[in-house]
């Protein structure tokens, strides 16, 4: 059986085929017995967009306590392309400049600037993306 991650959260509101959901990502910490008194617990509030067809829609409200889930390769796959591929990337380009002699200030600075075009055709296809790596509210 595949791995589910699952988070508990309000829905903010309900639109045309979208519903938005309020969740409280904790860190590993943050659901420790200690952690009010450790000072490193960190939690988030977070935004999740759940799209629904429009007869669904309606089954939800807002204020309303709901479960999120999605699957683990869909969060593999959020991974890899949120991390993996930027550090893949920035390696590469560094590796690439100190082989060619470059300063090590200057093969820096390429090794940032190299994530540029990446995260641009991440935002010119983040509709595509959002369509494969997507949240279910669980009824």
Do not use: N
């Amino acid at each position: 059986m595949e791995k589910q991650i699952r988070h508990e959260g309000i829905v903010e509101s309900v639109e045309d085929g979208l519903v938005r959901v309020r969740i409280l990502q904790a860190s590993a910490c943050a659901a420790c017995k200690v952690a009010a008194r450790c000072h490193t617990a960190e939690a988030k509030e977070k935004i999740i967009d759940v799209v629904a067809d429009g007869r669904e829609t309606f089954r939800w409200e807002k204020g309303q306590a709901v479960t999120v889930s999605t699957s683990g390769a869909m969060a593999g796959r959020a991974l890899l392309l949120g991390f993996g591929i930027p550090l893949i990337i920035m390696l590469a380009v560094l590796v690439m400049a100190l082989a060619a002699k470059c300063s090590e200030g200057l093969a820096a600075l390429l090794m940032i600037a190299s994530l540029i075009p990446y995260y641009i055709c991440l935002w010119l296809f983040r509709h595509r993306i959002a369509g494969s790596i997507a949240f279910h509210i669980e009824s």
